[in-house]
């Protein structure tokens, strides 16, 4: 019989887990409460949420599009599902959408089961770190692990994940991911390989290759909208995820059988919250990466046992991750497919060369810790200027402190190995969204620091926990805690505030970066819209006045961008509204004319949104050009058949046009009703009724039969002359 040589780790009481455990919580959920408040913003969250009608309901066609959808330029269908359970909860209201309170929950409890979940971790981590301690140590370990849950939690740079709810991919994709990591803990054990078995490693690789294989032959990326079966498909996926689960229990017993008790069960539950995480978000993509970092760091398992480095082990520890591997290199390719699907991201990456963004790249993997330790002047975009050279000092200085921390932490692998894995750790995690492969207008985000703050947490709460070795320093570390808990914790509180609305938001982000045109774009759209809602009409002049000045400073910043044109044709339009000719007239044209620019643009890179054939057909439509403006709603449902807003004013198109034919063409006119009826009843099917909606079908019903009664007594027999 086997004896395990694995220390006797002690653990806290429960009674003490489970008050540290809802402290962390309770932290958690005070640091962001202001987000409650908050409404939906005009950051994606209309896109993702407010517009989008595929969330609003279970039924097959729903599902089928979240599950294949790369919509938002992500691939994330357990997000959406999460989001239409809350629709599903709280509902939709428009204008104004007062359940967002409700979505804003949903992100904050979720925020708060990822603490909770590394507070599990970093528990299991700092024990693994100390191994064999007594019960005050114990307690020690507990207490340092709350620490470094709470410090992670409460930090401001949490703000633009929690508040933001179009940002639901971190939270929700955070706590599986940290369990994915414990549940590998828990399957590992400490120290140097030292068994391994050629025939189950080689069994390991066969069925990860196998898998990998058969998600490439099963799935088709040639729709750049939709994800599509191809080959086997779901039989050849679900045979994929089987060969994933083969290949975790060769794993299991190829590499240290017999030194921890259910490896192959908690491997496979890590391979599982790792699918689930990814579900949410890409970001499981790194992984992988990081069980080879726990493998240097606390588990030591390279070495053999004169402490010297093995070959064969580290040869093993990497075999052992290619289930791992394949889950991570599908996501990826899936993420990289939705990112270039979206309108607009291939912009940077044209501006910019690989060695700039390399530049962009070094000065990132410096901007996150320097933020984590003084998390001042935070903003909801920085954006990338157009420059991006070492020549500027702000980039020279960020390179160089890449450069040295990562020598420095090199230079330390032996000396202070935790220093190395977390240094390590943090660089693999960010690395994905470091500007190397540009996806969006943002040179760093705050929310980028999600997971990717996790080490420098766990680094804070494995000082404290030196420091409470020596009574001198115990009571210093942690008064310096509290201190450092309450600084941060009314800091997120204050950057609860940029994400109350739309006007907060670009507010903050235009005076953080008065030459962005992103900024301007969006404080003029703000402005465009608080003058549909203003009832004075001088108010509402003076407010698209300003909406078309900020427009088109972004437009003159972006002159190649079929994005700023566009959204200045859409201000336009609507100013026209408030005009009279000819003013209404030229404003009207000038729209049409930068609309279709930005249309031949994006038809040009091939790169088309559905929102801007929408947009043009509804300034058609305003000049009177109903069937052009039908053209362009069928062309933009053509592209997002889900979405009714075009369908209803392809409805209305078709009911002007068949009201001026009614008298010269009525046959036609008739036509044109019934096919706005079976519009009608699709919208209203898809969309929830409004009062706009039953107008609609009121009238269509009113002049189909007035039409109708027209048609008969033209058919009728006229009485002979006496």
């Not at 509290?482 to 907060?504: M, N, P, T």
Request: proline content about 7%.
């Amino acid at each position: 019989m086997h004896v395990s040589t694995e220390p006797k780790i002690r653990t806290p009481g429960a009674a003490l887990r489970l008050a540290l455990a809802l402290a962390v919580i309770a932290g958690s959920l005070a640091a962001f409460a202001p987000a409650l408040r908050a409404g939906f913003v005009s950051w994606d969250d209309p896109l993702t949420v407010t517009d989008n009608y595929a969330i609003r309901g279970f039924t097959a066609e729903n599902l089928h599009w979240m599950a294949t959808t790369s919509h938002a330029g992500h691939y994330q269908p357990l997000s959406w599902l999460s989001l239409a359970l809350d629709h599903a909860v709280y509902g939709l209201s428009a204008p104004d959408f007062p359940e967002a309170r409700g979505f804003h929950a949903t992100n904050l409890l979720l925020h708060a089961a990822g603490a909770l979940a590394l507070f599990a971790f970093a528990l299991a981590l700092y024990g693994r770190a100390r191994g064999r301690v007594a019960a005050s140590g114990a307690r020690a370990i507990a207490f340092a692990a709350a620490l470094a849950a709470l410090l992670h939690a409460v930090h401001p740079l949490r703000a633009e994940s929690v508040c933001w709810v179009t940002e639901r991919r971190d939270v929700l994709s955070a706590p599986f991911f940290l369990l994915a990591l414990l549940a590998y803990l828990r399957a590992t054990p400490t120290g140097p390989v030292r068994d391994v078995r050629p025939g189950w490693l080689a069994l390991c690789t066969g069925s990860a290759l196998a898998a990998l294989a058969l998600c490439a032959a099963s799935l088709s990326l040639a729709d750049p909208q939709q994800l599509a079966l191809r080959g086997p498909g779901v039989a050849g996926l679900a045979l994929a995820l089987a060969l994933c689960a083969v290949s975790c229990v060769a794993a299991a017993r190829g590499v240290d059988p017999g030194r921890a008790s259910g490896r192959s069960l908690w491997l496979c539950a890590s391979l599982a919250l790792l699918l689930v995480s990814l579900g949410a978000k890409a970001w499981g993509i790194v992984l992988p990466a990081l069980l080879v970092v726990l493998d240097f760091w606390p588990l030591a398992r390279w070495r053999a046992g004169d402490a010297r480095p093995s070959h064969r082990a580290l040869l093993a520890s990497l075999v052992e991750k290619l289930p791992f591997a394949v889950p991570a290199l599908v996501f990826a390719r899936l993420a990289a497919w939705a990112q270039m699907a979206q309108q607009g991201r291939l912009d940077v990456l044209a501006i910019h060369t690989p060695g700039a963004r390399a530049v962009q790249a070094l000065y990132g993997l410096s901007f996150y810790p320097w933020k984590t330790l003084l998390p001042t002047g935070l903003a909801p975009l920085y954006p990338v200027p157009d420059e991006v050279s070492l020549a500027e000092p702000r980039f020279a200085l960020g390179a160089l402190a890449t450069l040295a921390l990562t020598a420095l932490a090199l230079a330390l692998r032996r000396r202070a190995p935790a220093l190395t894995a977390m240094w390590f750790a943090y660089a693999l995690t960010v690395a994905p969204v470091l500007g190397v492969l540009q996806s969006g207008p943002q040179l760093v985000a705050d929310r980028y620091a999600y997971l990717a703050g996790i080490p420098f947490a766990l680094a804070a709460g494995a000082l404290w926990l030196h420091a409470s070795e020596r009574p001198v320093l115990r009571a210093a570390a942690t008064l310096a805690s509290v201190a450092a808990l309450a600084v941060l914790g009314a800091l997120a509180w204050r950057q609860c505030a940029i994400w109350r609305d739309s006007e907060s938001l670009w507010l903050r982000a235009y005076e953080k970066a008065p030459d962005s045109p992103l900024a301007a774009l969006n404080l003029g759209l703000v402005r465009a819209e608080q003058a549909a809602r203003t009832p004075d009409a001088m108010r509402r002049i003076a407010l698209r006045d300003e909406a078309l000045r900020l427009v088109g400073e972004a437009a003159a910043r972006r002159p190649g961008s079929g994005l700023y044109r566009m959204n200045e044709a859409i201000v336009l339009a609507d100013r026209a509204g408030d005009l009279k000719e000819p003013a209404h007239g030229d404003d009207l044209a000038r729209a049409d004319r930068l609309a279709s620019e930005a249309i031949a643009q994006g038809e040009a890179s091939g790169l088309v949104d559905p929102s801007w054939y929408f947009q043009h057909g509804r300034m058609l439509a305003a000049a009177g050009r109903q069937d052009d403006a039908v053209a362009h709603y069928e062309r933009a449902l053509a592209l997002r058949p889900e979405w009714p807003v075009p369908r209803l004013f392809l409805a209305r198109a078709e009911l002007d046009a068949a009201l001026r034919e009614a008298v010269a063409r009525p046959e036609e006119a008739l036509a044109r009703v019934e096919r706005a009826q079976r519009e009608l009843a699709e919208v209203a099917r898809a969309a929830p009724p409004t009062r706009s909606i039953a107008a609609a079908q009121e009238f269509a019903s009113t002049l189909r039969e007035s039409l109708l009664r027209r048609r008969a007594a033209a058919d009728a027999p006229t009485a002979p002359a006496p």
